[in-house]
């Protein structure tokens, strides 16, 4: 699909695998040149889409504590959440981005 159609202007995203923005969110401000241009903390990148996510708009609405969730591909459980991140239970309780959840 298209990137102006999977990430339309000003909607939220998460970038995420090999990039030095990863982990950090943004909202898109353009398209050109087969990458989003995303503003994130005042400076624009370019970044190629299939580095993005969606950032959802509430994640306690997406990950409400108890439900069960899949992080880097081992099942977890969600514990909490504080500063936008996830609290999961993955043998150990730590504090995730929501983009690295599904």
């Avoid at 699909?1 to 353009?30: A, W």
């Avoid at 370019?46 to 580095?51: D, E, F, Q, V």
């Avoid at 504590?65 to 504080?82: E, F, I, M, N």
Wanted: hydrophobic share 30%; proline share 9%.
């Amino acid at each position: 699909r298209d990137p102006i159609d999977l990430f339309p202007v000003g909607v939220d995203v998460c970038v995420s695998g090999d990039h030095p923005q990863n982990g950090l969110t943004g909202s898109v401000k353009q398209h050109g040149r087969g990458r989003v241009s995303v503003e994130i903390d005042g400076q624009t990148y370019g970044i190629p889409p299939s580095l993005l996510r969606l950032e959802p708009k509430s994640t306690r609405d997406l990950f409400p504590v108890g439900s069960d969730v899949q992080y880097r591909g081992q099942p977890a459980k969600v514990t909490g959440h504080s500063r936008g991140r996830v609290g999961i239970d993955y043998g150990e309780v730590i504090g995730v981005l929501p983009c690295e959840l599904s």
